[in-house]
């Protein structure tokens, strides 16, 4: 098993090379149209929210058939999805390439379904590390590979087909790596025996009841539209506001990912037991804020690097500590419908986010996202203050969750000294 993960390792980058690579393009490919700037990110945001649509589909299909097969078509789904986009010379086609993308984006899921289907709680933590890791690693180089492969110069000189091809062509080998060297987690007398299906909207109501997990749910759908707006017009505020070539753009959003992708693996686990993860959520909203405004005041390429390095920094702790605070406020029989409705407003505030961002970046102002996104912060901030507060309380009154040593809960959220 131990060369089935290395080669889902060797898939998934691979894969994810091909998203890093058009990372910095994808607006643009839309701008070469000559639409709005409220169409171009109504486009990205199709994505997400076929992504939303998809993802719940895709994993019931892949208790059901297994992984490999749901891999498999994700694969190819994105080579489809790449070869329209390369030759894409209308908004329909580009909307029907962002579409089959998002919907059959399901690689990342299935590939950590798969390594829980095939580890032991020893080495399980380890291999889906390995597999956040070709994650980070895929979007680390694929810019730069992107910004290369576009012609690396002005905007109105950039190739488009070039870089789609490259995308398709590495969506093809990780396909066939999968096909011959992923074999199935389970003979198909066991993937038959499925849960019951889940219904969103009764796990919905049954976790209204419980204030810490509604809470930091409404959290994370304020903070991740800001976040998602920001990802869609970066680029775009990127050319018009600093006249970055495409070499740049890259280089800014490669530095953003490095940062992200050595912080989670050097630091997030330190920085958590020092603080805690309440006050690590609180912490990020302060410093979303300060990246934001630093954007919006930004006047050279150093202070936008280092504005997306303080961004990446906060993403890294705002996800994993939201995350952690969500599986141990959930009971053990209740952690998979928390998790999925988690998921689900993380894709749906991303589709909002991205939808809403052009008119802003079109109407308001190229830096009005910003500047909005930072005020915002204010109340995500008082929010993940109550929150704190009603884990405090819990545990001040003995009522730690499931699982939980109320002991260890108190030392990891109690303040630095």
């Known amino acids: 098993m131990r060369q089935a993960h290395l080669a889902l390792f060797f898939a998934v980058f691979i894969d994810l090379l091909g998203l890093g690579i058009l990372a910095p393009l994808i607006p643009f490919y839309v701008a070469n149209l000559g639409v709005s700037p409220e169409i171009i990110t109504l486009v990205i945001a199709t994505y997400s929210l076929c992504q939303f649509i998809g993802a719940p589909i895709w994993s019931g ?45 399901a690689n990342l899921a299935t590939a950590y379904a798969y390594v829980a289907d095939t580890t032991t709680d020893d080495d399980r933590a380890a291999t889906m590390g390995r597999i956040s890791a070709a994650f980070g690693l895929g979007f680390i180089i694929g810019p730069v590979f992107g910004g290369f492969l576009a012609g690396g110069g002005d905007i109105d000189s950039v190739n488009y087909a070039r870089p789609a091809l490259a995308a398709m062509a590495l969506s093809l080998v990780s396909f066939v790596s999968i096909y011959f060297m992923v074999p199935e987690t389970a003979p198909l007398s066991e993937r038959t025996k499925t849960n019951a299906r889940r219904n969103f909207f ?87 804020a300060i990246c934001w405004l630093g954007l919006a005041f930004s006047q050279s390429i150093y202070r936008i690097i280092a504005a997306s390095i303080v961004d990446s920094i906060a993403l890294a702790i705002f996800q994993t500590s939201l995350q952690s605070l969500l599986s141990k406020r959930a009971e053990a029989g209740e952690r998979g419908a928390v998790m999925g409705i988690y998921q689900a407003t993380n894709s749906l505030g991303r589709f909002g986010g991205q939808a809403v961002s052009g008119t802003i970046y079109g109407k308001v102002g190229i830096d009005g996202l910003f500047l909005i996104g930072a005020v915002m912060m204010i109340p995500a901030f008082i929010l993940a203050t109550v929150i704190a507060r009603g884990v ?13 040593d109320a002991y260890v809960e108190a030392k990891l959220n109690q303040p630095a000294e």
């Open 61 to 105: 299909i892949s208790d059901r058939i297994g992984r490999r097969p749901v891999l498999l078509i994700s694969m190819a789904g994105h080579a489809l999805a790449y070869l329209i986009l390369a030759n894409a010379d209308s908004i329909w086609l580009l909307l029907l390439s962002r579409a089959i993308g998002g919907f059959t984006s």
């Open 202 to 288: 009764a796990d919905l109501g049954r976790i209204s009841g419980k204030p810490v997990v509604s809470k930091a749910i409404i959290l994370c759908l304020i903070t991740v539209v800001f976040i998602a707006g920001r990802e869609a017009i970066f680029p775009l505020w990127l050319d018009a506001k600093h006249s970055l070539s495409i070499n740049q753009v890259a280089l800014v959003i490669s530095v953003g990912a490095l940062t992200l992708t050595i912080f989670q693996l050097t630091m997030i686990g330190r920085v958590t037991r020092m603080f805690g993860e309440t006050n690590l959520i609180r912490a990020a909203t302060v410093l979303f």
């Open 392 to 404: 405090a309380r819990n545990i001040r009154d003995n009522k730690p969750e499931p699982g939980e």
